[in-house]
């Protein structure tokens, strides 16, 4: 009865699947629109806004001028993120993915458009995993949250200077975070203060009301 429940969709979200996992309550593969969506009970993890978030950001860096050749994903989610690039930019980079929950890594299977030939995946805690890694990337994207929180160890000396030295040259970082409590608006002032000591250019995007996207330069 898929069809029924994609019919549906366009009047309400439907759950499809929900989904057990150890790091995100009440995941969940939903359609909206005849969209399939992985979501938690609060947020959206890929292909909702969260896709028109990237899609946003990429637009405002310029993605197509870049051409990043590789590119590293703290936070893969089921691949929004190579959705966008590979679909919409026509690009073909080689990317790490770090992706801390096992659940979501298993519902790649669901999203079987996306070519991961040229992707590395990898299950675990991003920030151990980032101090392993030893290449440069061209492109970094941070998209590290439980539900609606921004993981607070995004905003340490030991991350972000690692962040730094995995970016090539004239590598970007990109670092989604979301603003819409008072302690989130607090947090997100400390950490931009924070990003002021380890990187030269800071530009910020304010994307759907709650996003800030912030893009960073050595």
């Keep these: 009865m898929m069809w029924l429940k994609q019919f549906l969709s366009y009047f309400y979200l439907v759950t499809v699947k929900k989904i057990s996992s150890n790091y995100n309550p009440g995941l969940c593969l939903q359609l909206e629109a005849g969209k399939l969506l992985l979501n938690t009970t609060n947020a959206n993890y890929s292909y909702g806004n969260l896709h028109k978030v990237f899609e946003e950001a990429f637009d405002r860096m310029d993605l197509q001028n870049c051409d990043p050749k590789s590119i590293l994903i703290l936070g893969l989610g089921t691949g929004s993120v190579i959705d966008i690039i590979q679909r919409q930019y026509g690009l073909d980079p080689k990317i790490t993915a770090v992706e801390i929950d096992p659940a979501i890594i298993d519902c790649l299977k669901y999203w079987n458009r996306l070519n991961l030939d040229k992707t590395h995946i990898i299950c675990g805690n991003a920030f151990e995993i980032i101090h392993q890694l030893d290449e440069e990337y061209d492109l970094i994207i941070v998209d590290l949250f439980i539900d609606m929180d921004v993981e607070s160890s995004i905003n340490t000396p030991e991350f972000l200077s690692q962040l730094k030295a995995l970016a090539s040259h004239q590598g970007t970082i990109l ?21 002021m000591k380890h990187f030269k250019k800071i530009t910020g995007h304010e994307i759907l009301d709650i996003n800030r996207v912030l893009e960073l330069k050595n």
């Design 175 to 195: 670092i989604n975070y979301v603003v819409k409590t008072k302690d989130q608006k607090n947090e997100f002032a400390e950490f931009q203060l924070a990003l």
